[in-house]
């Protein structure tokens, strides 16, 4: 059962925004959550990679808050109707006991909905939770779905909210969770979501991380001010240059011949390819991180 | 020195110095695969054993003291050094994926792969066991 479930105003969210590091942000429940509000301006240009490591990989929770006690905490739209900071302290009674609904009654900010082959499931978009529904079971809550690329949802948060979700219901401790979308001035699409987990009993033994995903689709263009998108030409930029790489059909990653990765691939998921880098990209691969093709 | 390690579907162990998962069915798993025989871990994964079974021998250089045909637990160690000590590989696979930073080193050519199974785990669906021999 939900212990409690926490609404902070619009108001607390802009000061939190709008305060300099070291300045926090009150929240009803009393104290500050943020020591260090992140801005677009100090997150790097996505560069293949579905996330960036941030301040060492050490999230920026507020003392008072490392308590055994569930919670979670949506925050209100803003002024442009857009989602705001949600974070929980994630605990075996907060997660789901029924099976998810339908959310298709929400409809985020930016919704544009456009479909490409080569996206996997070929919807660009999906209706994105902040905190994820193993976390929280939220289903149609409109202050944790954002508009996000299939390449943000999967690629980028899940893995983080798999390991929390696994680490949770393993051990039965808690795990402070906080998922804050940042935007570029008025645009209706979130450029990304900065992600924080930090397991409360062993002081972050277990789970520890603070980065940033990007809210990006590889091979698609996104106008973040209204959440309209297109293919990206396949002639700008990239190499042309045709080489043989091997796929990973379930990961969408792509690697070099000799890349361990690609040894130790399950026979079901490789698939060998030759052609453009730029091209595998578009078609939503992401480049292995070991080999670095 | 037989290795069990724990992989993401990328190949993934380890995600800012701390492994990406754990399972409590997994473990007895490994409990089993040691036999009679001792399990060789360090100290960083004995910590997840709370009943510490008696067949746990736990050291930091366990890659190292681990004798012929005794299984080794690797969460956290580059087994790179040790390939040629390798008699056998027990590769657990998640059948997710979570963040990774340190992935499995070593390239499984040269290896037969003797029996697969699958299980249950405490909190993954699937968990796929694959027994490579040399």
Same mark, same amino acid.
């Given at each position: ?5 926490? %609404? ?7 000061? %939190? ?61 803003? +002024? ?34 456009? *479909? ?34 299939? &390449?943000? /949802? ?35 699409? !979130? ?21 940033? @995903? ?14 309209? /998108? ?31 990765? !690609? ?9 060998? &390819? ?16 070991? @080999?670095?093709? | ?14 995600? /800012?110095?701390?492994? *990406?998962? *754990?399972?409590?069915?997994?473990? !007895? ?19 997840q054993f709370k009943e510490a079974p008696a067949c746990l021998r736990v050291a ?26 390798? +008699?056998?590989?027990?590769? &657990? ?42």
């Amino acid at each position: 059962m939900k212990r409690w479930k926490l %609404c902070l105003t619009a108001l607390a969210l802009s000061l %939190c925004l709008l305060l300099p590091a070291g300045c926090g942000m009150p929240m009803e429940g009393g104290g500050d959550s943020y020591d260090i509000a992140w801005t677009l301006d100090d997150i790097p240009d996505y560069a293949g990679e579905p996330y960036v490591v941030l301040n060492d990989n050490q999230p920026e929770f507020s003392e008072e808050y490392m308590t055994t006690d569930s919670f979670e905490t949506y925050g209100e739209l803003d +002024e442009l109707g857009r989602c705001t900071m949600c974070w929980a302290n994630i605990g075996v009674d907060l997660m789901p006991t029924e099976s998810r609904e339908s959310i298709s009654s929400v409809k985020p900010t930016g919704w544009i909905q456009n *479909q490409y082959d080569f996206v996997d499931g070929k919807s660009l978009y999906n209706r994105c939770h902040l905190i994820g529904f193993q976390l929280t079971g939220e289903n149609a809550n409109g202050q944790n779905l954002i508009t996000g690329t299939r &390449y943000l /949802n999967v690629v980028g948060m899940l893995p983080f909210e798999n390991m929390v979700a696994d680490y949770v219901k393993e051990t039965e401790n808690h795990v402070l969770y906080r998922v804050t979308p940042l935007y570029e001035d008025g645009e209706l699409v !979130a450029r990304g979501v900065h992600m924080e987990g930090y397991s409360v009993e062993d002081g972050g033994e277990g789970v520890c991380f603070n980065v940033y @995903c990007y809210n990006v689709q590889p091979g698609v263009e996104i106008d973040y001010t209204t959440g309209e /998108n297109w293919a990206a030409d396949a002639d700008n930029g990239g190499d042309a240059a045709e080489v043989t790489y091997v796929l990973n059909t379930s990961s969408k990653k792509f690697h070099l011949p000799d890349c361990s990765g !690609a040894k130790n691939m399950k026979e079901e998921n490789r698939q060998d &390819y030759t052609g453009t880098r730029e091209m595998l990209i578009q078609q939503g691969y992401t480049p292995c991180g070991q @080999c670095k093709p | 020195m037989i290795a069990a390690v724990c992989l993401d579907d990328n190949n993934g162990m380890l995600f /800012n110095r701390r492994r *990406q998962s *754990q399972d409590r069915l997994l473990r !007895a798993d490994l409990i089993r695969e040691a036999g009679d025989g001792p399990l060789w871990l360090d100290a960083y994964s004995a910590k997840q054993f709370k009943e510490a079974p008696a067949c746990l021998r736990v050291a930091e250089d366990f890659l190292e003291q681990a004798g012929a045909g005794e299984l080794c637990f690797v969460e956290d160690r580059d087994l790179t050094a040790w390939a040629g000590k390798l +008699e056998g590989l027990i590769l &657990y696979r998640w059948n997710r994926t979570y963040p990774a930073d340190v992935r499995f080193p070593l390239s499984l050519e040269g290896w037969r792969l003797a029996r697969t199974e699958e299980f249950a785990g405490s909190s993954h669906e699937k968990i796929t066991k694959e027994v490579y021999e040399k």
